[in-house]
């Protein structure tokens, strides 16, 4: 009886020691051996370079990019849609026309409002960084409207943005 339990046993090391060693030759990697001077580590390579042979894969979390031209009336309207955990939002407003615009960004489902009347110049453009505005958790998830109004004049603009999960990805 003793016999039999010690043959299990060996028998089931056998199949675990098995278990560990094929996938770990299977999924060996012939460049796995490098010289130093090719090797890195994710604490200290830049996301933006890359490295032959290092085989390091450095995510970028951008959740994703929007825009749209805006013209017509005094009063034109624009939306856009911020990602869950991409709260970190870059927009670029740009006015093409002859005279200044003004601005405003309202989440649409509490009506908070992110930038409210802010004037861009005729035929320039403003930069507008949540993480500049002390919105250090980033905005709300979900969709924005962003209103244009020119006053007794007609808008002519375009909006452009990213929303990234980092103030860094901005």
């Known amino acids: 009886m003793k016999k039999k339990h010690l043959i299990a046993s060996a028998l089931s090391l056998g199949l675990l020691g098995g278990a560990i060693a094929v996938p770990s030759a299977i999924f060996a990697d012939a460049d796995a051996v490098t010289e130093s001077a090719n090797t890195s580590t994710t604490a200290t390579q830049d996301a933006g370079t890359t490295t032959t042979g290092d085989h390091v894969i450095t995510p ?20 856009f849609e911020v990602p869950k955990g991409y709260g970190h939002v870059k927009l670029t407003l740009k006015n093409y026309s002859s005279y200044p615009v003004k601005v405003s960004v309202t989440h649409n489902d509490s ?10 110049s005729p035929n ?28 007794n004049y007609d808008v002519n ?3 452009n943005g990213v929303a990234g999960s980092q103030p860094s990805d901005l």
């Not at 970028?60 to 939306?79: D, E, P």
């Not at 009506?111 to 861009?120: A, N, R």
């Not at 320039?124 to 006053?151: A, C, E, P, V």
């Open 60 to 79: 970028q979390k951008i959740g994703n990019t929007f825009g749209s031209r805006v013209q017509g009336g005094a009063t034109v309207q624009g939306a």
């Open 124 to 151: 320039s453009t403003l930069t507008w960084r949540s993480t500049d505005k002390g919105i250090t958790d980033g905005l709300r998830s979900g969709s924005y409207t962003i209103q244009f109004r020119g006053g």
């Open 157 to 159: 603009a375009e909006f």
């Open 111 to 120: 009506g908070k409002e992110y930038i409210s009347g802010t004037t861009i």
